[in-house]
């Protein structure tokens, strides 16, 4: 508001949706509280909810782009954040615990961390293959 046009107001409300799963996670870790099943629906949750918020964000961004916004753009994005979302948990589970087992073997310091790091660079290229940067 405070005298803003339209598109600021949706921009600066649209970035107030991000939240902090990595934090949340991390409180209930240091409380051993991380296996319980109500921390498993908080973190659930809170993953469905900053999906909804890339989802957001990405129309706000088709937005200051000058693109119309209509429900077919939307219901794609939609579509291709769920999509790469569920891809990306499927893939996660059935391919990375293999790969950690085999690279745990590996005795060079550092290997952990490469590994992360090359897992996240390779899933941040899928997801702009894909659509869902």
Partial sequence: MLGFDTLVQVVAGATL?????????????????????ESH??????????????VMLA???????????????????????????EGRCWWG???VPPVVRAVSRIDLP?????LAVMLAFGLAWLASVVGSA
């Fill in 59 to 85: 129309v706000v961004t088709g937005l200051t782009a000058g693109h119309t916004l209509t429900v077919f753009g939307v219901a794609t994005t939609t579509a291709i954040a769920f999509g790469s979302w």
């Fill in 17 to 37: 949706t991000a939240t902090s799963v990595g934090i949340t996670a991390r409180v209930l870790a240091d409380l051993g509280r991380l296996q319980e099943p």
């Fill in 41 to 54: 629906i908080i973190l659930r949750r809170g993953v469905l909810d900053d999906v909804i918020g890339l």
């Fill in 93 to 95: 589970a059935s391919f």
């Fill in 110 to 114: 550092g290997t952990p961390t490469m």
